[in-house]
């Protein structure tokens, strides 16, 4: 089955500095991949879709500048946290789908734990 | 725009005991339906999903959820549970133009207590 990896599961970075947190499908190519925020206790909040080539679609209030999306290949994806603060420690999911058929569910990588101190 | 709503909070239920958990969804246009699992500091796992045909569908782990368009529903069954679906379920909901972008419910946690 398809086989999204996530790394790393947990970081924690000081103030100020930036984290980078990396999306890979394993067994599939992946055109489109999907970058999620989940706060405590709370439900999952779509940040972004990352394109294969091309620049990142951002979603209403997520800021690019901060967090930068980067999909170079057909199986790797990159989030970078910059210029991290407190207020941005949370957990971070990442999915993505085989084929070209977009809707028929999508594999959620493991999540990454971020600790912002 | 789409919406999704988990009619429970919280779901605290007895071994082998049936559950039900509730999602109501809206929508303007035609969409497919998720249910995932969500372990401790765990990514989602997919349970089963409803993209068109029969409204019953069957999923993992012994889970089956029914979609009722004329209510707008996609509640998530499962007849006898186990300790081990202690964990957090989130609805999702899809539209067909817009592939790939859920909208997720915020989510219902099920207890399984002995």
């Known amino acids: 089955g398809a086989v999204v990896s996530q790394h790393p599961s947990r970081v924690i970075c000081k103030s100020g500095t930036s984290v980078k947190i990396e999306c890979r499908s394993l067994?599939?190519?992946?055109?489109?991949m999907f970058w999620y925020r989940q706060f405590p206790k709370q439900s999952l909040m779509l940040m972004a879709t990352?394109?294969?080539?091309?620049?990142?679609?951002?979603e209403q209030g997520v800021e690019k500048d901060k967090f930068l999306i980067n999909h170079a290949s057909l199986t790797l994806s990159t989030l970078t946290v910059t210029s991290a603060h407190p207020e941005d420690s949370s957990f971070y999911i990442c999915?993505?789908?085989?084929?070209?058929?977009?809707?028929?569910?999508?594999?959620f990588g493991s999540g990454t734990r971020l600790t912002v101190v | 725009a789409q919406s999704v709503t988990q009619l429970d909070s919280q779901v605290p239920v007895f071994e082998e005991a049936p559950v039900e958990l509730r999602c109501n969804y809206s929508?303007?246009?035609?969409?497919?339906l998720f249910w995932y699992v969500q372990y401790p500091n765990q990514g989602l796992q997919l349970l089963l999903k409803?993209?068109?045909?029969?409204?019953l569908v069957k999923g993992i782990n012994g889970f089956e959820a029914e979609f009722n368009k004329s209510q707008t529903s996609f509640h998530l069954r499962k007849p006898s549970v186990h300790i081990s679906d202690t964990a957090e379920y989130f609805c999702?909901?899809?539209?067909?133009?817009?592939?790939?972008?859920?909208?997720f419910g915020d989510g219902t946690t099920l207890t399984v207590k002995p």
């Open positions: 999915s993505a789908s085989p084929g070209q058929s977009n809707n028929y569910g999508y594999t």
């Open positions: 067994d599939f190519q992946a055109t489109t």
């Open positions: 990352s394109n294969e080539g091309s620049k990142a679609t951002y």
């Open positions: 929508s303007s246009v035609s969409v497919y």
């Open positions: 409803y993209l068109s045909g029969s409204t």
């Open positions: 999702a909901v899809s539209e067909n133009t817009n592939a790939g972008k859920s909208t």
